[in-house]
């Protein structure tokens, strides 16, 4: 089994930054690609972006694309989302994700692992 377990998000002003991580227990090895989903309220969960099992292939969301950076330490078994010039229509919680595949992919049911979510509020 794996567990995942991101930090603290937290209330931050808009044009704010914020880092979330993203923490690997368990059957580590099973993990390749890993992503980062968010879900605002009244909304469907939503693709943020994914990295590959060595980092050397990264996707974003249109919406987040620019502003986001996606990327790993393996040896720290930790995927980070770094958040810079944040907008109120960021505000969700935010999902860490992991696949026993290679490549990434947009599609939340191809991810087997999810952590608990952490909340991000961007105030105007």
């Known amino acids: 089994q794996v567990q995942l377990v991101e930090s603290a998000g937290g209330l931050v002003q808009a044009g704010g930054s914020l880092r979330l991580s993203c923490a690997a227990s368990?059957?580590?090895?099973?993990?390749?690609?890993m992503g980062w989903f968010r879900q605002a309220p009244g909304k469907e969960r939503e693709f943020v972006a994914a990295?590959?099992?060595?980092?050397?292939?990264?996707d974003y969301a249109d919406s987040v694309k620019g502003r986001f950076t996606i990327s790993r330490d393996n040896a720290k078994n930790t995927v980070y989302l770094q958040m810079n010039s944040l907008k109120p229509e960021d505000t969700a919680v935010y999902y860490c994700?992991?696949?026993?595949?290679?490549?990434?992919?947009?599609?939340?049911?191809?991810?087997?692992?999810w952590g608990q979510g952490t909340q991000v509020t961007v105030s105007s």
């Open positions: 990295i590959s099992r060595w980092g050397g292939n990264t």
């Open positions: 368990g059957r580590t090895f099973s993990i390749y690609a």
């Open positions: 994700a992991a696949r026993s595949v290679v490549t990434v992919s947009r599609v939340a049911n191809d991810y087997a692992y």
